[in-house]
């Protein structure tokens, strides 16, 4: 199965991504983790990035786009299944997507569409916690660490990103608005679209979704 998760910030792909992992043993390709993974290492592509980020604006096609093409096509993660979760996040990337997946033979075939208000984003997101060393998410008042602080999965330090606050997390939602909404139609016109209430719990989306892909 080959899919992406589309929706804006805070609308549950990661969490929802996790949960497909293990069921479906699909390749979870995140760029948001590639990026924070290239900051943690402070390379010039992390650099670069960081300085979008901290202000709540998207790290430019070109830059996001030649980190996909190397991690799928040099790196092998497309595999026998995957799923893209947060790329594309415009029509431009979805056009680059497409070449790229061309190029291997293995074309999306479904565009999850996680569709949430903006009270719960704020609720979720400002809440957010995660493992500064793998990433592990965690929720301040839905599932926060047995440890305050310290991951249950890796003993790291658990923290809230820069960009989790009320007026950040509102200037990233003007930007998909501005800027990801269009890659909706996009899939929509290639009949790959399915669209699903975001606002519900995670597992309950999740057997939602599964019944949605089985039709």
Do not use: W
């Amino acid at each position: 199965m080959r899919l992406v998760l589309l929706g804006p910030p805070g609308a549950g792909k990661g969490t929802l991504a996790g949960l497909l992992k293990d069921q479906l043993g699909l390749a979870h390709i995140s760029t948001g983790d590639i990026l924070r993974e290239e900051m943690k290492n402070n390379t010039p592509l992390g650099r670069e990035a960081k300085q979008y980020i901290e202000n709540g604006e998207l790290v430019p096609d070109e830059v996001v786009t030649k980190l996909i093409d190397h991690k799928m096509t040099g790196g092998g993660m497309a595999g026998d299944g995957y799923m893209l979760d947060g790329f594309p996040r415009t029509e431009q990337q979805a056009q680059d997507l497409d070449r790229i997946l061309e190029k291997l033979k293995k074309p999306i075939e479904h565009a999850i569409y996680l569709d949430s208000s903006l009270p719960v984003i704020i609720q979720r997101l400002t809440g957010r916690r995660i493992c500064r060393n793998c990433s592990a998410l965690y929720h301040i008042q839905n599932k926060p660490p047995k440890k305050p602080g310290v991951c249950d999965t890796c003993g790291g330090e658990v923290y809230q990103r820069s960009d989790d606050n009320e007026e950040t997390i509102k200037t990233r939602m003007d930007v998909y608005m501005a800027n990801t909404k269009p890659i909706i139609s996009y899939y929509e016109a290639q009949g790959k679209l399915q669209k699903l209430d975001a606002d519900k719990d995670a597992k309950d989306l999740q057997e939602i979704l599964m019944k949605t892909i089985a039709r």
